[in-house]
């Protein structure tokens, strides 16, 4: 691994192209020195209870990549319906538990959060990824002894402090309790969990239409769209049809939303940048109203969004 590089700047988070090294234990085979599936471990669970461990979701995946321009993370790709793949979540926990704060683990269940199976384009699991400043780096698919799997987290540390990434995650604040989110705010996230995206837009239409500055509520309900959107495309035909006829508006817009999806934020955003700056009148607006729309999936504070609105005016005028 010590051969990897991280770009300079947390941008696009590309998980289509990862080629993960197939090490130790191949999916739907557990380990022999591993934990089985069943109650964590005490190291395990330590790390669950201190916030080193955290689930990660659809909806919640792009603010925890975020997370890494500062803290190292390693994200932990499952699914329930093997239950062969959950030690490998035990197994980075206790590794985590033990190195203090230096690294948190994304634990995702991709039998339940589609749009980050989505992503993966049919990767295999269980599967281990380094993130950097929001950027992937290989580390091995199946489920390794404690030992084995250590060895290939020194490493990812190893480039972490190449890089700058040096933060802790606070376990004296994780071990205090969170505060619960706002009721249709709640509605909303487990409408999500159980797949019912109508329900999830109702919830969060109603929460702004309570408070109109619900940010965390715009939010929501753009990434909700993005999921709803992608939900069932065939993205080789639609990036077929795109790179066939770049004036196929719908193409590009729906290339642009899988873009997003898949974590090229930047090519997502130039694509439609660029397309601005080559159409007028109605199909212009459109392409406007749908960056926009983007923009709020990945929240307006984010730099990349404020760079996005720069390019955005100079392409209007």
Do not use: C
Request: no cysteine; aromatic share 4%; charged share 20%.
């Amino acid at each position: 691994m010590s051969d990897q590089s991280v770009p300079g700047a947390a941008g696009a988070f590309d998980l289509s192209g990862v080629a993960v090294p197939t090490t130790g234990t191949q999916p739907g085979a557990a380990a022999r020195d591993t934990p089985q599936p069943g109650a964590p471990r005490s190291g395990a669970q330590e790390a669950v209870n201190s916030g080193l461990v955290v689930e990660g979701t659809d909806a919640t995946f792009n603010q925890l990549v975020n997370r890494s321009v500062s803290v190292p993370a390693v994200l932990a790709l499952w699914a329930s319906s093997v239950p062969q793949t959950a030690p490998l979540v035990q197994v980075l926990a206790e590794i985590a538990g033990d190195l203090e704060g230096r690294i948190q683990v994304i634990a995702i269940d991709l039998d339940h959060n589609p749009g980050v199976a989505q992503a993966l384009q049919g990767t295999g699991v269980p599967v281990a990824l380094g993130l950097l400043q929001g950027q992937p780096v290989p580390l091995f698919q199946g489920v390794l002894p404690k030992e084995q799997a250590r060895a290939y987290v020194d490493e990812l540390l190893k480039l972490a402090v190449q890089h700058g990434v040096t933060g802790r995650v606070s376990v004296a604040a994780a071990d205090d309790e969170m505060p619960p989110l706002p009721p249709l705010h709640q509605e909303a996230f487990d409408a999500i969990e159980r797949g019912d995206l109508p329900a999830a837009r109702a919830a969060y239409e109603q929460a702004l239409a309570l408070n109109p500055k619900d940010h965390d509520a715009e939010i929501g309900l753009a990434q909700v769209g993005l999921l709803e959107r992608t939900s069932g495309i065939d993205s080789v035909a639609v990036r077929h049809a795109a790179a066939e006829d770049p004036s196929d508006i719908q193409a590009q817009l729906d290339v642009a939303d899988l873009d997003l999806l898949g974590g090229h934020v930047a090519d997502a955003f130039t694509r439609l940048i660029d397309l601005v700056r080559v159409t007028s009148g109605d199909e212009r607006e459109r392409i406007k109203a749908h960056l926009i729309e983007l923009f709020a999936v990945v929240g307006n504070h984010d730099e990349r969004v404020k760079k996005g609105r720069t390019m955005l005016m100079s392409a209007l005028f």
